[in-house]
Structure formats: structure tokens, C-alpha cells
């Protein structure tokens, strides 16, 4: 079977080296874009593809298949459109765009047209979910996700995720949906009710760098999801660690993979598995692959994107954001 013809929109962001490999074998690139054209590339030699400052002159391209779009996030929504005027299926990093009507445009332009879109929540299903997943249904879920310092955005070619107007808020709108996602799809209940805590203290940038967010369903249920900038420079890359209590029992995961878990009769099991996040977009570039001809079945959707950015983006509207919750 032909690999699909494929083009990379907004490359230099820093989940592309991730997937560079994947995207190599499953997918046959013929145009990457990005504003500052220096930063890519070794990817266009690693993928043998043209470069273009102007993601525009990309999806006129004939006979095109798929589409990643990375890039700020203030102009996902303008790249998505012209996808999704030309009938082009696409994968779209999160948060699509800097608030949830602009999120939800998009969403129902994909869905009116029936052009597939999918979103890289890689957390779904991977180690830390399936342990997770042993305590049950979650009644009460914790998550703490705590990654390197902010200034690693200026090193790694992507200094406009400390700009707000440009990425739309800090940690909580980049690190945070992964883990509501995570926490509405094992409750299979919609967010309620959402208290929140926003700091910039720690490195005095216009982006907070420490957020804590208390997200209750409509059913009561209750995850607390704290996430930061706030880790050090280091191999270590972040802190995390995770606990899931249900009516099979109690979860947990320290940030060195120990996991354990104690069923609701008392006996207890352990294991080591791996926390790193940064394999997981391999894996889903493949799953993006073979789910391509059937619409992405399976893969999360720009609807499930929507719930897990709603009570963000209240959150930022509570701290003083704009009425549909942009800061």
C-alpha cells in the first residue's frame, strides 16, 4: 500500500523530533513549513522534503492525504480551515487555537465537511492509563505532572509559547489536556464544576509556570491536576506522578515508574513502568498510519479535544481571560 502524501505544517515544534522517524516510515513527506525555515532543516533532509516558510504554498499541493499542523497556536484555526476547505484529513496538536470558540469553529467546519481530524492525546492508552485503569472507573484522581523550566522553549526553537497572545496561557492550556482527557474518557462523564490555582512566580514570565486544577464531573467524581514548568534543567526532563481510586481499588505511580496497586480486598501488586511521555508520539504517529483510511477510528477526536480544553479555558476565564476564556 502507497504511503499517504504528507505535509508538516509548523515543524520546528518541539513534539516533531519525536515523531521524525515514524513519519519517515509511515508516511511519505512532501513539504514541510515553518516561519524560521533555519530550524528544519535536518528534518527536510531526514524526510528528503522541501521547505517553505509559508505553510500556504504547502496545501495546494497535489493529491494530499494527510497533514500534521503544529506551529503557534494562535494560527492552528487559520490552517485547519484551509485543510478542511480542501477536503485534506489532519492531525492537529492540542490546544487548536488560543480559546474554546475558536477551538469549536474548527471542530464543527471538520465535522460539517466530513474531513477526519485527530488530536496526539498520547497519554490515552499508554502505560500510565492501563495501570491506571486497574483501580476501576475513577471516583477521585490525582495527577501531578511537573516538567522542565520554561526558558527551554527559548533553546529549542519555539519562544512564542512564552508569548500569551501567541500560545494562548502557559502550562495548564499545554500540559493540562492530556490528563483531563484522560480523566473524563475513564469516567465517561462530562466536566462540572472547575476550581483553579494559576502562578508565575517562580520564573516571573507573562505564562504561568504552576497550575493546579480541580475539575468535578457531573456525576461528583473528582480529579485534582496539578502541572508546571516548574522542574529543573535536567536529564530527569520532569516530576510526575499519579493516583486513580475506584470501586475495583487504588492506583498509584511515583515519578520512577513504581507502581503499585490494592485491589478492594486488600491484596496489593507492584510493577515498574515506564512514565516517559516522549515515546508515546512514535507510537501514535503509527496508530495515525493505520487508521488513516477509516477516518482515525479510535483515535481521540476534535469533540473529545473540545470537553478536556472547556474547564481549561474556564479556568483562564476565572484568573481574568477573556469571555470565552483566553488570557
Given amino acids: ?24 516510515e509511515e508516511h511519505d513527506v512532501v513539504g514541510i513549513s515553518d516561519r524560521d525555515v533555519s530550524l528544519v532543516r535536518v528534518l527536510a533532509e531526514a524526510w528528503n522534503a522541501p521547505v517553505e516558510a509559508d505553510w500556504r504554498n504547502l496545501v495546494d499541493l497535489p493529491d494530499l492525504g494527510l497533514a500534521y499542523v503544529f506551529g503557534p497556536h ?15 484529513p489532519f492531525v492537529v496538536e492540542k490546544p487548536l487555537g488560543t480559546s474554546l470558540a475558536e477551538l469549536a469553529t474548527v471542530r464543527e467546519a471538520a465535522e460539517a465537511a466530513g474531513v477526519p481530524a485527530t488530536v496526539p492525546l498520547v497519554q490515552r492508552d499508554g502505560p500510565v492509563d492501563r495501570w491506571l485503569a486497574k483501580a476501576g472507573r475513577p471516583t ?44 473524563l474518557q475513564s469516567s465517561n462523564e462530562s466536566a462540572g464544576t472547575v476550581d483553579s490555582r494559576l502562578s508565575s512566580v517562580l520564573h516571573g514570565a507573562d505564562i ?93 477526536t476534535l469533540a473529545q479535544l473540545e470537553d478536556a480544553m472547556r474547564p481549561i479555558w474556564q479556568a483562564y476565564n476565572h484568573h481574568g481571560g477573556t469571555e470565552d476564556g483566553r488570557p
Fill in 1 to 24: 500500500m502507497s504511503k499517504p502524501r504528507t505535509i508538516i505544517l509548523g515543524a520546528s515544534h518541539w513534539h516533531v523530533p519525536l515523531c521524525t522517524r515514524a513519519i519517515r
Fill in 74 to 88: 494562535n494560527g492552528m484555526a487559520e490552517k485547519c480551515f484551509a485543510l478542511i476547505e480542501r477536503g485534506i
Fill in 140 to 183: 477521585y484522581q490525582r495527577t501531578s505532572f511537573i516538567a522542565g523550566p520554561p526558558s527551554r522553549y527559548l533553546d529549542n526553537g519555539n519562544p512564542w509559547m512564552l508569548d500569551p497572545v501567541a500560545a494562548g496561557g502557559g502550562c495548564l492550556a499545554n500540559l493540562a489536556p492530556h490528563f483531563v482527557d484522560l480523566f
Fill in 208 to 300: 504561568e509556570d504552576h497550575a493546579s486544577l480541580i475539575v468535578t464531573t457531573t456525576g461528583g467524581r473528582e480529579a485534582i491536576i496539578e502541572v508546571g514548568y516548574a522542574f529543573p534543567d535536567s536529564p530527569l526532563k520532569r516530576y510526575c506522578s499519579f493516583t486513580s481510586a475506584g470501586e475495583a481499588g487504588f492506583a498509584s505511580i511515583n515519578s520512577d515508574g513504581s507502581a503499585t496497586f490494592t485491589s478492594a480486598d486488600g491484596i496489593t501488586e507492584s510493577a515498574l513502568i515506564n512514565v516517559d511521555s516522549d515515546p508515546l508520539y512514535d507510537a501514535f504517529v503509527r496508530r495515525v498510519a493505520g487508521t488513516l483510511e477509516d477516518g482515525f477510528q479510535g483515535l481521540p
